[in-house]
Nanobody
Framework: QVQLVESGGGLVQPGGSLRLTCAVS????????MGWYRQAPGKQRELVTT???????NYEDSVKGRFTISRDSAKKTVYLQMNSLKLEDTAVYYC??????????WGQGTQVTVSS
């Protein structure tokens, strides 16, 4: 069974940076999609970014040029580098892993708060 644990959230001022980490334990498939969703208070969970096993990435428009997703396959870890953070980036960020033809596994979430 796959388990995902996020870390790296916290409080940061507008314009600041944070790096989120998602560590995966258990066996994973060689083909997969991993990524990050976020959910702000009173809003639906939204997709932020994804990365495939081959390194193909995709970003939600509001984070393009500011956020970067990367992975370390040997460590089974995915990172989210967030720069130029804005107030509207405040949310709980969730990591997920999804092999082909299967349901996704989720982490417990990490809080990111952007505030002056």
């Amino acid at each position: 069974q796959v388990q995902l644990v996020e870390s790296g959230g916290g409080l940061v001022q507008p314009g600041g940076s944070l790096r989120l980490t998602c560590a995966v334990s258990g066996s994973i498939y060689s083909i997969y999609v991993m990524g990050w969703y976020r959910q702000a208070p009173g809003k639906q969970r939204e997709l932020v970014t994804t990365i495939t096993n081959s390194g193909f990435t995709n970003y939600e428009d509001s984070v393009k040029g500011r956020f970067t997703i990367s992975r370390d396959s040997a460590k089974k870890t995915v990172y989210l580098q967030m720069n130029s953070l804005k107030l509207e980036d405040t949310a709980v960020y969730y990591c997920y892993y999804r092999p082909p033809g299967s349901v996704a596994s989720w982490g417990q979430g990490t809080q990111v708060t952007v505030s002056s």
